[in-house]
């Protein structure tokens, strides 16, 4: 049976853009903001944002994504969960509410040639949406809306609304997951089978 012409170009097309709308593994960068003692016990729903963050920290170890932390001064460590799976991962201290604004921070994304940047962390409407926006529109810059809150579920709600109308992505822990993965059978996926069930 002939070839449609038609059908055979549609099909390059189709994959040369293919993806072109979702996140790549390579250039990515996992940063995790604020996640500090003195702070998240007034975040609203932190047992689930905490074991959001989890998952992906986990995932990122399984595909080997960098990841980066910060921490605002006075606010104290690091939660002991995080600090956990990061191990001796020294945070970037800031005083700045957008990360941006600190030079350690902008010089270590650089350092890792980073283009995606994947935001978890407190809170959504503060530091959050101040870095997110502040990296547009050098960076694609996504941010995992079941893995960040406010003390507020209004703050954080108001947040991610004015960060999607700003042109972050917003995304979940699962959503960013298997785009990552791009793919079944593979040993990464069936390592990261244990995260999501």
Do not use: W
Not at 60 to 70: E, S
Not at 103 to 122: D, H, P, T
Not at 168 to 181: A, C, G, K
Not at 186 to 194: A, H, I, N, Q, Y
Request: with cysteine; net charge neutral.
């Amino acid at each position: 049976m002939p070839v449609d012409k038609d059908m055979t170009e549609k099909g390059k097309r189709l994959s040369n853009n293919f993806g072109s709308q979702l996140i790549k593994r390579e250039g990515s960068v996992l940063v995790i903001v604020d996640v500090q003692e003195k702070l998240m016990p007034v975040i609203s729903d932190s047992d689930k944002i905490v074991n959001n963050m989890v998952r992906l920290i986990r995932f990122a170890k399984i595909i080997g994504m960098p990841v980066v932390m910060t921490e605002q001064e006075k606010l104290g460590a690091t939660i002991k969960e995080i600090r956990a799976e990061l191990g001796g991962l020294a945070p970037i201290t800031k005083i700045e509410f957008s990360a941006c604004k600190c030079g350690k921070f902008i010089e270590k994304l650089n350092q890792l040639s980073a283009r995606n940047i994947i935001l978890a962390g407190v809170e959504t409407h503060i530091c959050i949406a101040q870095t997110a926006l502040e990296l547009l529109p050098g960076f694609n810059v996504h941010v995992v809306g079941d893995a960040t809150s406010s003390r507020s579920l209004e703050n954080r709600d108001m947040a991610l609304q004015r960060l999607r109308y700003g042109g972050v992505v917003i995304t979940t822990t699962e959503m960013m997951i298997y785009e990552l993965l791009e793919k079944a059978g593979t040993d990464e996926f069936r390592e990261t089978l244990g995260l999501i069930k």
